[in-house]
């Protein structure tokens, strides 16, 4: 089953505004990743946030994790066409300690 | 660093057909993952080992799916017999460490098989 849903399962941005992809999570998490995918490849590593952290920076992305209310967000700031890709958050359960993706959402930067 | 090799990059085949991947992950990597991504959906794990040991097969088909992880390295993943759902994108990954890549940190994805059942 799908522990993390994103929202919006689709964005359409132009290059140079800020992208902001939201993920809410059922059960209790020992961390939150979040990762990239581009057409036709495997998964890349963004960013890891842990349950006890609020907010996480590396370079133009920003994570925010708020455990009361399930739910992260992972924001792009000056987007770039490169950035066009899917994203996926990711919550490693503490009751299972399975880690669980999400259905994703897709970006599309305009040059 | 090499990164997680999978082979076949693609694979087409008939239905009731059988196939197998191939997966060898980074050098020292303990923790190895399989992974079902069915086109517009995001991956669902299918199977996880610890190094030759299976951690969590709860979601994988197992009057059709198998997997193996000799000498806790190299894996292999077979399907026999195919259906036309098992159309998906089969992704593996590992990780340095734990019982589950979360708490070791993020896992390192191959390039994926893509299968084709017609």
């Known amino acids: 089953s799908q522990q993390g849903e994103e929202d919006p399962q689709a964005l359409s941005i132009q290059e140079g505004e800020n992208a902001t992809m939201n993920c809410s999570y059922k059960?209790?998490?020992?961390?939150l990743q979040w990762y990239r995918q581009n057409s036709g490849r495997g998964l890349v590593h963004l960013i890891l946030?842990?349950?006890?952290?609020r907010e996480k920076h590396s370079g133009r992305l920003r994570v925010t994790l708020d455990t009361s209310k399930k739910s992260s967000s992972l924001l792009i700031t000056a987007s770039r066409a490169a950035d066009t890709a899917s994203y996926f958050c990711?919550?490693?359960?503490?009751?299972?300690?399975?880690?669980?993706f999400g259905q994703g959402t897709t970006l599309q930067v305009k040059p | 660093e090499a990164g997680v090799a999978q082979s076949p990059r693609y694979k087409i085949i008939e239905k009731r057909q059988s196939v197998a991947f191939w997966c060898n992950p980074i050098?020292?990597?303990?923790?190895l993952y399989w992974y079902q991504q069915i086109l517009g959906q995001g991956p669902k794990l299918l199977i996880q080992?610890?190094?030759?040991?299976?951690?969590?097969d709860s979601q994988l088909p197992k009057d059709r799916f198998s997997a193996e992880r000799l000498k806790g390295v190299d894996s292999t993943l077979k399907i026999q017999p195919a259906k036309l759902e098992d159309s998906a994108v089969y992704l593996c990954?590992?990780?340095?460490?734990?019982?589950?890549?979360?708490?070791?940190?993020?896992?390192?994805f191959g390039e994926g098989s893509r299968l084709t059942v017609l």
């Open positions: 059960t209790s998490i020992n961390n």
């Open positions: 050098s020292g990597h303990a923790t």
């Open positions: 990711a919550t490693d359960a503490v009751d299972t300690g399975k880690l669980i």
């Open positions: 946030i842990r349950s006890n952290e």
């Open positions: 080992f610890q190094n030759n040991g299976v951690v969590d």
């Open positions: 990954a590992s990780s340095p460490g734990g019982l589950a890549g979360g708490r070791g940190g993020e896992l390192f």
